[in-house]
């Protein structure tokens, strides 16, 4: 009994020991790897990500302009965002929200229409 | 390059092992490798108590026959069970034959690490 | 003679983190034979690591496990960084030493976790797995998630840890050693727990060397062995001796995996204070040159054997991983016979049993 004294009155006092969730929310820390989001003013259809991709989320297509990206197969390791040279790949660090059927999203990239209208 | 390998064949392979169990070696792990024409397969070994590790190399045709070293490590019956579903080397009186069927199923494709049963297909398909 | 019965172990039971099936005979309680049936987990890495270019494998390793998949990650690195050969920078070994250490300690922490749990001990479990969070944030504030780090590649590191961070890891990891060890005192002079396990499933040192079991198993029955001993990352630098006990029993696996948490939280604070300054990474030349290298390194359950072949071209020609449970489960089939059929779960959970990892 005066063993488990000290422990009795710890958890009696100390509130709860973890946290109400989905009312209390941590935030997430700087450098997690949540999601990519691509910037269309900066891309110029390099094809860094797309070689560099271990689950070949990303297809470039040059004739038509754009570039395709799967979220379901991205695994999030980052390596685009690492492989980018004109910053158009954008690391966030809040985590995905589920959905119902596999989105597809497509961009028009900008960033060498730009470098045309300049010469 | 790999430290302490030495080459035997098929016919001195279970007179060397039995000298590693004499000196009450660990066995480790065996690795099977293709060369196109033949199968490479290397037996390591780790003199216990310590981190001293021993190989055995030996080259074997496509359709010979092994024998099994079960009989002395029996530890060694999983890895020879999988050198004969991936690769198709036919293993002698194993300890415990699953007969094909340990890792694979029955839907699978048949002996898939060999060369020319290369799965291709884009990542992610 | 009494009726034997054949009972099925798995593949779904609450003992067990990933599927295998073991059929058990019994006869009145006690085991008589024992036929084990895998398959439940095998995706074919080995040869989808030979169709990707080398640098993409190293998430694709990681991915054999998910408890153990910090240093499955690292040591890919490490084998094909042997192909060349080339050196990594220092300070890139020590970041690699305190992630592999971090990665052991919330390992050997869920499995205390299980052993609670399989005792029916639930809130022993409950808190060790509350403790075990401020690790894994630990490992999401410096790798950036909390499983599949892919903080590795060949050639170094992709992050560093910066003065701040340092400063949290510190306090966390002396908060932590605090908790454990309370805990584990606990454990390891409660009556039931010693009831339960003393003298259960017992491995002499001779059975256990032919057997071929590796890590904290073979530690357990009295073999001073251990990979870390051969001094690769920053280990040679840092004090390190192995855990030894020798009884052979599920009690000696429990307080050899114990002791090895509060090791390897000690190893973390002296390799902080040790690090060198200096650059992370170094850009590997060329492709992998036609060579063969092995790796062993010491996961938290045990040891793994990596051996790569290079052929010159961005592809490797071989990658074979062979996993510490791969080696560990022929030893289930010499320990279960002959034991009481209620002592079944306690003896599987002792080898720590990862059977992703054994499946690849």
């Not at chain 2, 000196?23 to 196109?36: E, I, M, Q």
Request: charged share 25%; aromatic share 8%; glycine share 8%.
């Amino acid at each position: 009994m005066p063993v488990m004294l000290p422990t009795v009155i710890r958890n009696l006092f100390g509130g709860p020991a973890t946290r109400m969730y989905p009312v209390q929310v941590r935030d997430p820390f700087e450098g997690a790897r949540g999601h990519i989001e691509f910037n269309d003013d900066k891309c110029i259809l390099c094809g860094n990500c797309a070689r560099r991709c271990p689950a070949a989320a990303i297809e470039i297509n040059k004739e038509k302009n754009e570039l395709v990206f799967y979220p379901a197969r991205c695994i999030i390791c980052f390596v685009c965002v690492e492989a980018c040279n004109k910053d158009a790949v954008i690391a966030s660090n809040k985590w995905r929200t589920p959905y119902y059927t596999k989105p597809v999203e497509v961009h028009v990239a900008k960033g060498k229409k730009e470098k045309a209208k300049k010469e | 390059m790999i430290e302490n390998l030495k080459e035997i064949s098929k016919d001195t392979l279970l007179q060397e092992v039995q000298k590693f169990a004499d000196a009450k070696a660990r066995f480790v792990t065996t690795v099977c490798s293709d060369l196109g024409d033949k199968l490479e397969v290397t037996y390591y070994f780790n003199y216990s108590p310590g981190v001293d590790m021993v190989a055995l190399r030996m080259f074997v045709g496509k359709d010979e026959e092994v024998p099994s070293i079960s009989g002395i490590y029996l530890t060694a019956v999983l890895s020879e069970n999988e050198m004969f579903e991936q690769y198709g080397l036919k293993v002698k009186d194993m300890a415990i034959d699953f007969g094909g069927l340990m890792l694979l199923g029955k839907d699978s494709p048949v002996k898939p690490m060999v060369k020319d049963n290369a799965a291709g297909g884009k990542g992610g398909e | 003679m009494a009726p034997r019965t054949v009972a099925p172990f798995g593949p779904q039971h609450p003992v067990l983190p990933e599927p295998i099936q073991l059929k058990i005979t019994y006869e009145d309680e006690k085991v008589v034979n024992v036929v084990p049936a895998l398959g439940y987990g095998h995706r074919g890495i080995e040869k989808a690591c030979e169709i990707n270019e080398y640098p993409k494998n190293i998430h694709l390793c990681e991915r054999i496990c998910g408890i153990c998949s910090c240093m499955h990650g690292i040591s890919y690195c490490e084998v094909v960084e042997r192909l060349w050969p080339m050196e990594v920078p220092p300070r890139a070994k020590y970041l690699r030493t305190i992630w592999s250490e971090m990665s052991r300690t919330h390992s050997h922490l869920l499995w205390l976790g299980l052993l609670a749990d399989a005792l029916g001990f639930e809130s022993m479990f409950m808190q060790f797995w509350r403790i075990r969070e401020k690790v894994l944030d630990l490992l999401e504030m410096t790798c950036g998630s909390r499983v599949t780090q892919s903080v590795s590649v060949v050639g170094g590191v992709r992050r560093d840890i910066d003065d701040e961070q340092k400063k949290i890891c510190i306090r966390t990891l002396q908060e932590v050693r605090k908790e454990v060890e309370a805990l584990v005192n606990v454990l390891a002079t409660d009556p039931t727990v010693k009831a339960r396990t003393v003298g259960v499933g017992v491995l002499t040192k001779e059975q256990a060397i032919l057997l071929g079991n590796n890590g904290p198993h073979l530690r357990a029955s009295g073999v001073k062995e251990d990979c870390r001993m051969l001094g690769m990352q920053a280990y040679g630098e840092l004090g390190f001796e192995p855990i030894v006990e020798t009884d052979g029993d599920c009690y000696a696996r429990a307080l050899v995996r114990a002791r090895e948490a509060l090791q390897a939280i000690d190893l973390q604070l002296e390799a902080f204070s040790k690090m060198p300054e200096g650059e992370i990474f170094v850009r590997p030349k060329g492709s992998p040159p036609a060579n063969e290298a092995v790796y062993r390194c010491e996961q938290a359950r045990g040891e793994v054997f990596y051996y790569a072949k290079g052929n010159g071209t961005r592809n490797l020609e071989r990658l074979r991983v062979r996993t510490p449970t791969f080696a560990n489960i022929p030893s289930l089939l010499v320990m279960l016979p002959g034991s009481e059929l209620a002592d079944v779960p306690i003896i599987v959970l002792s080898i720590d049993p990862c059977i992703s990892c054994t499946e690849r």
